[in-house]
T-cell receptor, first 111, second 115 residues
Framework: KQEVTQIPAALSVPEGENLVLNCSFT??????LQWFRQDPGKGLTSLLLIQSSQREQTSGRLNASLDKSSGRSTLYIAASQPGDSATYLC??????????FGKGTMLLVSP | NAGVTQTPKFRVLKTGQSMTLLCAQD?????MYWYRQDPGMGLRLIHYSVGEGTTAKGEVPDGYNVSRLKKQNFLLGLESAAPSQTSVYFCASTRWTSANTGELFFGEGSRLTVL
């Protein structure tokens, strides 16, 4: 059974810092890995999707990398802002009915 | 763009009552999902559908039923609500093609409390 772990569970940083969120998974036979953002009381918003054949994806200040062989993905946030405060979840997909979520990293960026 | 819309957003039920959550998507997606999110448990798949008229069980299907009579709608029913079903429910949809392996779009969630 696929297990997805996110470390750290919570992170507090001052505005302007670059930061890295980690996601590890136990089964490397995946189709893709997605990073989501969830604001309190809201749904999940897709940030980046990395196909299994890709190594990384970038969107603005966000960069996600994927290393299937080691079962790891990282989400890099450059020049963090208070508006980045949210919970970040990664999800590993092995098929249309097998998407496994991590429990998330709660990020607080203080002004 | 409406995307994925869930109704109702909040509901309080008494044990044993029934209710239906509605999910509607306007992106012509074939695949639709119902998840529940609980503190410390993450998101868990309840039921899913790969097209109109088809449904299948996910990880935690007991106590729930679903229907997909129209492509754009996916209904989640609780026939006899229990306190253990107190949760936040999320609907999601996606399209799977050779060029697109399943970016998920989520609704805003439905917060259900069973007393």
């Amino acid at each position: 059974k696929q297990e997805v772990t996110q470390i750290p569970a919570a992170l507090s940083v001052p505005e302007g810092e670059n930061l890295v969120l980690n996601c590890s998974f136990t089964d490397s036979a995946i189709y893709n890995l997605q990073w989501f953002r969830q604001d309190p009381g809201k749904g999940l918003t897709s940030l980046l999707l990395i196909q299994s054949s890709q190594r990384e994806q970038t969107s603005g200040r966000l960069n996600a990398s994927l290393d299937k062989s080691s079962g790891r993905s990282t989400l890099y946030i450059a020049a963090s802002q208070p508006g980045d405060s949210a919970t970040y979840l990664c999800a590993v997909c092995r098929g249309y009915s097998t998407l496994t979520f991590g429990k998330g990293t709660m990020l607080l960026v203080s002004p | 763009n409406a995307g994925v819309t869930q109704t109702p957003k909040f509901r309080v039920l008494k044990t044993g009552q029934s209710m239906t959550l509605l999910c509607a998507q306007d992106m012509n997606h074939e695949y639709m999902y119902w998840y529940r999110q609980d503190p410390g448990m993450g998101l868990r798949l309840i039921h899913y559908s790969v097209g109109e008229g088809t449904t299948a069980k996910g990880e935690v299907p007991d106590g729930y039923n679903v229907s997909r009579l129209k492509k754009q709608n996916f209904l989640l029913g609780l026939e006899s609500a229990a306190p253990s079903q107190t949760s936040v429910y999320f609907c999601a949809s996606t399209r799977w093609t050779s060029a697109n392996t399943g970016e998920l779009f989520f609704g805003e969630g439905s917060r259900l409390t069973v007393l």
